[in-house]
Nanobody
Framework: QGQLVESGGGLVQAGGSLRLSCIASGRTFRNHAMGWFRQAPGKEREYVAAISRSGGTTNHADSVKGRFTISRDNAKNTVYLHLNSLKPEDTGVYYC???????????????WGQGTQVTVSS
């Protein structure tokens, strides 16, 4: 109940791609919008993307528009973040969160995962 587990991070070269996954309990997943955040060493956590409960509405931060895509598979209780055309500045720990759309403030987040590391080399 309320647990989120991220996976899919790793080390890739600039220009490469990754797909991050976040799985939750069925109840948690069905009852919440989902979001992705990231945090680089020494920097504040930043918003990346969010998707509504139904999956019909999405939002992406300006820094990743056109490169990253958020999606969800209700049958698998999983939200994904597809990362394309990766840049070294995309390096950081990526966290999954459950809450209320648009999942961009502390009052809109209820559960957090432990994160998965993404490292982009040049």
């Amino acid at each position: 109940q309320g647990q989120l587990v991220e996976s899919g991070g790793g080390l890739v070269q600039a220009g490469g791609s990754l797909r991050l996954s976040c799985i939750a309990s069925g109840r948690t997943f069905r009852n919440h919008a989902m979001g992705w955040f990231r945090q680089a060493p020494g920097k504040e956590r930043e918003y990346v993307a969010a998707i509504s409960r139904s999956g019909g509405t999405t939002n992406h931060a300006d820094s990743v528009k056109g490169r990253f895509t958020i999606s969800r598979d209700n049958a698998k209780n999983t939200v994904y973040l597809h990362l394309n055309s990766l840049k070294p500045e995309d390096t950081g720990v990526y966290y999954c969160a459950a809450g209320t759309y648009p999942v961009r403030t502390s009052t809109q987040t209820v559960y957090w995962g432990q994160g998965t590391q993404v490292t982009v080399s040049s």
